[in-house]
T-cell receptor
Framework: DTGVSQNPRHKITKRGQNVTFRCDPI?????LYWYRQTLGQGPEFLTY????????KSRLLSDRFSAERPKGSFSTLEIQRTEQGDSAMYLC?????????????FGSGTRLTVV | AQSVTQPDIHITVSEGASLELRCNYS??????LFWYVQSPGQGLQLLLK??????LVQGIKGFEAEFKRSQSSFNLRKPSVHWSDAAEYFC?????????????FGTGTRLQVTL
């Protein structure tokens, strides 16, 4: 169990640029989640996948945001035309389905700064 | 809509003193309840979780939490705090039933430990 891996750890980008983050979940976990955390706040749900299917998206996920999980393994989160308000920590988590496994394993996050 | 309230933004305790972090939730039914800890620049680590049954649950690192249905509370406690416990603590709720879809987090309580 190598944990949930997120890359890059930090990203600084200019406003208007596109960025993409990657998350590699724990290999046997079929569920993968994306959360966003701004300074002084708790994580806010963005979206989650079960295998390769995206089952739910938050209203926070505007049309500039897109997430994919091809083949049900790693996932990418892309933000197009970044805005300063997108600056945040983007957290990925994974889990198995089933109540006994409820509770995620989080990665260390990708900190995005839009200048 | 579900919500989680952590009324204390910042708490300072002396090493060796006891700790209680408060969490109140608003939910249609009794949700699944969680406490996570986040060290600076890191992801979140699950401390403990409550699904049903015994209302006093034990977690890692010597933490425990008590579910009180009448007060819609799930307070986190530790009898004797160590300097390494300094971190941010988040209470979270999730839909009951084992669907493991998404969590709603509180805004967190930052714990400072003085020596």
């Amino acid at each position: 169990d190598t944990g949930v891996s997120q890359n890059p750890r930090h990203k600084i980008t200019k406003r208007g640029q596109n960025v993409t983050f990657r998350c590699d979940p724990i290999s046997e976990h079929n569920r993968l989640y994306w959360y966003r955390q701004t300074l002084g706040q708790g994580p806010e749900f963005l979206t989650y996948f079960q295998n390769e299917a995206q089952l739910e998206k938050s209203r926070l996920l505007s049309d500039r945001f897109s997430a994919e999980r091809p083949k049900g393994s790693f996932s990418t989160l892309e933000i197009q035309r970044t805005e300063q308000g997108d600056s945040a920590m983007y957290l990925c988590a994974s889990s198995r389905t089933g109540a006994e496994n409820y509770g995620y394993t989080f990665g260390s996050g990708t900190r995005l700064t839009v200048v | 809509a579900q919500s989680v309230t952590q009324p204390d933004i910042h708490i300072t305790v002396s090493e060796g003193a006891s700790l209680e972090l408060r969490c109140n939730y608003s939910y249609g039914a009794t949700p699944y309840l969680f406490w996570y800890v986040q060290s600076p620049g890191q992801g979140l680590q699950l401390l403990l979780k409550y699904f049903s049954g015994d209302t006093l649950v034990q977690g890692i690192k010597g933490f425990e939490a008590e579910f009180k249905r009448s007060q819609s509370s799930f307070n986190l406690r530790k009898p004797s705090v160590h300097w390494s416990d300094a971190a941010e603590y988040f209470c979270a709720v999730g839909p009951p039933g084992g669907t493991a879809s998404k969590l709603t987090f509180g805004t967190g309580t930052r714990l400072q430990v003085t020596l």
